[in-house]
């Protein structure tokens, strides 16, 4: 800032090289800051899962406002674990955005609950949107990584959907799972 100052007017070929320079520092700012909240969503840490839902669901009632989003919470155990918690939550977030991009829905579904019984924590997102022939998926990267996110966990992740029928996704995690090394920093 202070080569920048002193070199505005005086010395152009200095001062272009300084806005140069702030510029790609500006840059590699924003996608570091990018990179640590994909890493690790603020929301998460901050309102924990069911927080986190809720406020996404908020911020996406306000943007569509005809499109109706409903969010049902079981009973869910006290602690979910950090790696279970983000996985959760990154395929809401993903879910939620093919929903927007492309399903066209008047009401979406956002389950998440807990079987005792089983110890697998359950979320499921469901739209009645324009669906989409399964064979015909293009796939990108948002539904590959949601799979691997769940089966990295020793989970299961499911889509059904057709042509005009809706999609709905449902991702299992077991918690009885001990946390993996290098899963926790
Ligand atoms: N809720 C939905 N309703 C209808 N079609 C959907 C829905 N979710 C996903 N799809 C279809 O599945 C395809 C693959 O989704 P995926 O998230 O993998 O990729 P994408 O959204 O196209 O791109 P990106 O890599 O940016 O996520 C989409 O292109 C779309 O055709
Ligand atoms: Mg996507």
Same mark, same amino acid.
């Given at each position: 800032m202070g080569i920048r100052?002193?070199?505005a007017g005086a010395q152009p070929t200095l001062h272009s090289a300084a806005m140069?320079?702030?510029?790609?520092?500006?840059?590699?700012?924003?996608?570091?800051?990018?990179?640590?909240s994909r890493l690790r969503p603020v929301a998460l840490d901050e309102l924990g899962l069911v927080g986190a839902l809720e406020?996404?669901?908020m911020g996406w009632r306000q943007r569509l406002p005809a499109t109706r989003f409903t969010l049902a919470i079981g009973e869910l155990p006290p602690d979910i674990g950090e790696s279970v918690a983000i996985a959760m939550y990154r395929v809401a977030q993903e879910g939620l955005t093919n929903i927007v991009r492309h399903a066209e829905a008047r009401h979406v579904k956002v389950e998440l609950d807990f079987a005792p019984a089983s110890a697998v924590l359950h979320?499921?997102?469901q739209d009645d949107g324009r669906g989409v022939e399964l064979k015909a998926i293009q796939h990108g990267l948002g539904l590959l990584g949601m799979r691997e996110r769940i089966e990295a966990l020793g989970g299961m992740f499911c889509i059904e959907t057709q042509p005009a029928q809706g999609f709905r *996704? @449902?991702?299992?995690?077991? *918690? @009885?799972?001990?946390?993996?090394?290098?899963?926790?920093v």
């Open positions: 100052n002193a070199s140069n320079v702030i510029q790609l520092t500006d840059r590699v700012y924003g996608v570091v800051r990018g990179m640590t406020h996404d669901l979320l499921s997102l *996704l @449902d991702a299992s995690v077991p *918690l @009885d799972r001990p946390e993996r090394c290098g899963e926790r």
